[in-house]
C-alpha cells in the first residue's frame, strides 16, 4: 500500500524573543504525517506541542517570533507561503479543532448558521445547499436529529455535542489534515472516549490525517498510530504506537507511562515525574531532562543527545544504550508488574 506524506516538519525552530530572554519553544523538530495517520504528540504542558500546530498552521506571527525549518504541507512549505494562501488552505486543506469548542463558537449565533457560515466562505454554493450539507455534516458527527439541533445556540449543546458541532465545521471542507489540540481534555472521561471513537471514524470515513495533541499519553495509546514524546521544545521519543508503547526507551517516556493508569497495572501506584520542565530561556547544558533523570550518567549533563535510532529500531534521544535501556525500564517495571497480580 502506498502511503501519501500529507505533512513533513524539517527542523522547525520558534523562538520567541522575549523580555526576559529568547524562549525556544520549538528548538529542532521533525516529524512527519501520512494520510490515515492518527499522529499523536504527547507531552507535559509547555513543552511546545501548541506552539509546533500553529506554526504549521501559518497562526505564529512571523513578527514575534524566529521561525525556522521547513513546514511542508503535500509538498509547499508553508512558512514560505503569504497570509492570503495560508488562509485558504487553513479551513480548506487544514482544519483544526481545539480544547474548549467555545473559543470557536459564536455564543449569539446558532450552531447551524456558523457551519454554514464556514462553508460559504470557501465555497461559493447556494445557500441551500450549505444547509443541507451541514443538516448531513452534524448527523456524520453523530448529532441526532440535525434539522433540529442545527437551530440551537452552543449553550443548548453539551460539552461534547460541542466538539461533536466543531468537528463537523472542521470537515466542512474535506480537508486532508485534521489537527486536534487537546480536544477531550475538558471533556469527562466517557465523553472523551466518544470524541476520540469520533475523530477516528471521521478519520477513515474522509480518508484524512489526524494530528491529535495531548499531554495524556493514555490518549495517544487509545488511537494513535504514530507517537512522538515531546520534551522541552523537542522530540525525545518517535515511533508506532507499538514501538513506543512496547519497547518505550527514553526515561521522560518511561514517565509518562507510569504516570498513567493502565490497564493491566491495576493497583499499581501512579509515579508523577519528579520536578518540573524546564526554563525554555536557560534549558540546562547536555540532555535538556537529565536534571530529572534517575538514571544520568557522565555525558548527560554535557552532550545533548540527538534524536536518532541507538539500536531498538526507532529513534530516541538518550545516551544510555539500547541494552542498558532494556535492563532499566524492566527494573523499573517489576514492582509495578507485581502490585498489579
Ligand atoms: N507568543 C509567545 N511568546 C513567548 N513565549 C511563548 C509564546 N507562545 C508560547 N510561548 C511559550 O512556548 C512554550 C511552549 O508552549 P506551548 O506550545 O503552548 O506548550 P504546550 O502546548 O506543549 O503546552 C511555553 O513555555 C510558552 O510559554
Ligand atoms: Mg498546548
Redesign the pocket.
Given at each position: 500500500m502506498s502511503t501519501e506524506t500529507l505533512l513533513e516538519v524539517k527542523d522547525l525552530r520558534v523562538h520567541?524573543p522575549?523580555g526576559d530572554g529568547l524562549?525556544k519553544?520549538v528548538d529542532g523538530l521533525s516529524f512527519t504525517v501520512d494520510r490515515g495517520d492518527t499522529f499523536g504528540i504527547v507531552?507535559e504542558?509547555?513543552?511546545?506541542?501548541?506552539?509546533?500546530n500553529l506554526t504549521a498552521l501559518g497562526l505564529t506571527d512571523r513578527n514575534?517570533?524566529n521561525i525556522t525549518g521547513e513546514v511542508l504541507f503535500k509538498g509547499r512549505d508553508l512558512l514560505k507561503l503569504g497570509k492570503e494562501d495560508l488562509r485558504k488552505i487553513r479551513g480548506k486543506e487544514m482544519a483544526m479543532i481545539f480544547q474548549d469548542p467555545f473559543s470557536c463558537l459564536h455564543p449569539f449565533y446558532r450552531v447551524g448558521d456558523q457551519i454554514v457560515e464556514a462553508i460559504l466562505c470557501h465555497d461559493k454554493i447556494p445557500k441551500k445547499q450549505a444547509e443541507q450539507r451541514t443538516y448531513d455534516l452534524l448527523g456524520a458527527v453523530g448529532i441526532p436529529k440535525p434539522k433540529e439541533r442545527f437551530r440551537d445556540f452552543p449553550h443548548q449543546y453539551s460539552g461534547g455535542m460541542r466538539q461533536r458541532a466543531m468537528i463537523a465545521m472542521a470537515m466542512a471542507h474535506n480537508p486532508d489534515l485534521l489537527i486536534a489540540d487537546e480536544p477531550t481534555t475538558a471533556l469527562d472521561v466517557t465523553v472523551q472516549a466518544q470524541i476520540l471513537d469520533l475523530i477516528e471514524r471521521v478519520k477513515t470515513e474522509f480518508d484524512i490525517g489526524v494530528i491529535l495533541?495531548t499531554?495524556d499519553l493514555g490518549v495517544v495509546s487509545e488511537v494513535a498510530n504514530k507517537v512522538m514524546v515531546?520534551y522541552a521544545?523537542r522530540a525525545v521519543e518517535m515511533g508506532t504506537r507499538d514501538e513506543v508503547f512496547g519497547n518505550p526507551q527514553h526515561p521522560y517516556t518511561w514517565g509518562l507511562l507510569e504516570s498513567i493508569p493502565h490497564v493491566d497495572h491495576k493497583g499499581s501506584k501512579l509515579v508523577p515525574i519528579e520536578g518540573a520542565p524546564p526554563s525554555?530561556i536557560r534549558t540546562p547544558n547536555g540532555c535538556s531532562f537529565h536534571p530529572r533523570c534517575p538514571h544520568r550518567f557522565d555525558p548527560c549533563d554535557k552532550d545533548d543527545p540527538e534524536i536518532k535510532d541507538r539500536g531498538a529500531g526507532h529513534p530516541d534521544a538518550c545516551h544510555l544504550s539500547a541494552a542498558e535501556k532494556t535492563r532499566v525500564w524492566a527494573e523499573r517495571q517489576a514492582p509495578r508488574t507485581k502490585a498489579a497480580s
Open positions: 520567541f522575549t524562549v519553544a507531552g504542558s509547555g513543552s511546545g506541542k501548541s506552539v509546533t514575534a517570533a495533541i499531554h515531546m521544545g525554555l
